[in-house]
């Protein structure tokens, strides 16, 4: 009689046991913490355990990106020292932009997403929340957005057209219209939804809409500080840094959202430095301006460019700034530094 032994009897089962392996759910990957290998274009995502799990490729070139939730860190956690002191060079390099910092008329948040699993954040008065302008507006769109996922209204070429003119155009009476859709009390929901957290009031409040962009339908002031549109600098960095990874209402409802906001048709402040610098970016981006008041934020994305930032300045010489700032800071993360 043949002899079998065990290592050849388990051998001979290999393949069906590696097939077995291979079909196990990918989320059974991700229970532990992830480690990333970037090469290139593409990020591959390996779980620590167990060993057998098949990798996953991360395509950082398209948005929404593709990841697990568990593979996802918290904005929060997220402060980088060496972005840090690089911002604060940035803003030492103008002595105007220092005394504005300091007295908090000048608020800045970056995120360098090139290695996106792994992303830094930085700011300067990163809770302070400030009038906003047109800028919340972005908070409309998400609200919209999950009125829309809800069911509470019909996605018609009329609403599409003003959620579009909203943010590329920054249209108050697109805005409005879609306000009175949503309502002022559901806008105010969704910015307080733990699963955002977008307007934080045990840590400065954040991104709020609390009045039309024109015509008398009520106000509801934020909390905290009774503005009707108000933003602050780490809340609208969380807005892109979760709406790049689809983390907004559903990875649809962001690709929606991505699609909504990019190639703005002001090409002022952010835009007209990236028109020079990068103009196959692809810039998704939500600006605003009122008296003295000059914001702007914008996801940036192409191969040498993934980042985000936001800044809210109080200063009549905003747009100048804004300018400035936009192209020391796009310097800065394209050295990678």
């Given at each position: 009689m043949q002899k079998v032994t065990v290592f050849s009897f388990l051998f001979s089962l290999s393949p069906v046991l590696i097939?077995?392996?291979?079909?196990?759910?990918?989320?059974?990957?991700?229970?532990?913490?992830?480690?990333?290998?970037?090469?290139?274009?593409?990020?591959?995502?390996?779980?620590?355990?167990?060993?057998?799990?098949?990798?996953?490729?991360?395509?950082?070139?398209?948005?929404?990106?593709?990841?697990?939730?568990t593979a996802v860190s918290n904005l929060e956690d997220l402060y980088d020292d060496?972005?840090?002191?690089?911002?604060?060079?940035?803003?030492?390099?103008?002595?105007?932009?220092?005394?504005?910092?300091?007295n908090k008329m000048l608020n800045i948040g970056i995120v360098d997403m090139s290695d996106p699993l792994h992303a830094r954040f930085a700011a300067i008065n990163s809770n302070n929340m400030v009038y906003a302008a047109s800028l919340p507006k972005i908070a409309v769109l998400l609200a919209s957005q999950e009125?829309?996922?809800?069911?509470?209204?019909?996605?018609?070429?009329?609403?599409?057209?003003?959620?579009?003119?909203?943010?590329?155009?920054?249209?108050?009476?697109?805005?409005?219209?879609?306000?009175?859709?949503?309502?002022?009390?559901?806008?105010?929901?969704?910015?307080?939804?733990?699963?955002?957290?977008?307007?934080?009031?045990?840590?400065?409040?954040?991104?709020?809409?609390?009045?039309?962009?024109?015509?008398?339908?009520?106000?509801?002031?934020d909390p905290i500080k009774n503005l009707s549109h108000a933003a602050s600098v780490m809340q609208v960095c969380k807005y892109y840094y979760k709406l790049a990874f689809g983390q907004l209402v559903s990875p649809e409802r962001s690709k929606d959202m991505l699609n909504i906001l990019v190639d703005p048709e002001l090409h002022?402040?952010?835009?007209?430095?990236?028109?020079?610098?990068?103009?196959?970016?692809?810039?998704?981006?939500?600006?605003?301006?009122?008296?003295?008041?000059?914001?702007?934020?914008?996801?940036?994305?192409?191969?040498?460019r993934k980042y985000i930032v936001v800044v809210l300045a109080e200063d009549a010489g905003g747009e100048t700034m804004l300018r400035e700032l936009m192209l020391k800071i796009d310097t800065a993360l394209v050295a990678k530094g």
């Open positions: 097939g077995y392996f291979l079909t196990l759910s990918p989320w059974i990957s991700v229970d532990s913490a992830p480690t990333t290998i970037t090469t290139g274009d593409t990020t591959t995502i390996a779980a620590s355990f167990p060993s057998f799990a098949p990798f996953a490729t991360l395509d950082i070139n398209t948005l929404p990106l593709n990841v697990p939730a060496g972005l840090q002191a690089k911002l604060e060079a940035i803003v030492s390099t103008n002595s105007h932009w220092k005394a504005l910092s300091k009125a829309l996922e809800q069911g509470k209204f019909k996605e018609t070429p009329e609403i599409k057209a003003d959620m579009r003119m909203m943010i590329a155009k920054s249209s108050n009476s697109a805005a409005t219209r879609m306000i009175d859709r949503c309502g002022l009390k559901l806008i105010g929901q969704v910015m307080q939804d733990p699963k955002y957290n977008l307007y934080d009031q045990q840590h400065g409040g954040g991104l709020w809409v609390g009045k039309a962009y024109g015509g008398s339908n009520g106000r509801i002031g002022h402040k952010f835009v007209s430095v990236l028109d020079r610098v990068a103009p196959e970016a692809k810039v998704y981006r939500k600006s605003g301006t009122w008296s003295t008041w000059h914001t702007d934020s914008a996801l940036v994305w192409d191969a040498d």
